[in-house]
């Protein structure tokens, strides 16, 4: 029985010890930014949303159509919804997301096209395979938030 409690306690800080290395892995680099003037496709794993990109693999997102663009209500929406802004540029606005349990680091990114006056979002998780539909939930928080503004 002691044994038994031995490895089973084993594992589990196996386990934790991993999610902590994917928390720190996580710290490092960045946004993938624009590519050929459009954000970047998810790639074939369920840890990210791209409202530019649909993916029949992956939850379907849809941008923000607008009338009038405001990027102060866009950057207040992101911090209120716990964001932090690494890069605004004319077209384009990225951030970052940190978890607060194992403190997994998650890009978030807006590009805006003025022409179909239609704003496209992208939310992946840097680590991992799966993110229990974190990227959705975070996108569908960012839309109510810059809904109140």
Known sequence: MKILFIILLSLILIVL????????KSHSGSANGLVNKKLTPCPNKPNCVCSEFPNKKLPNINGIKYTKLNLKKIEKAITMTGGKITTIKENYIAATYTSSLFRYVDDFEIRIDAEAKLIHLRSASRVGHSDMGVNQKRIEAFKKALAKL
């Open 17 to 24: 010890a991993y999610f902590v290395y994917l928390g720190f």
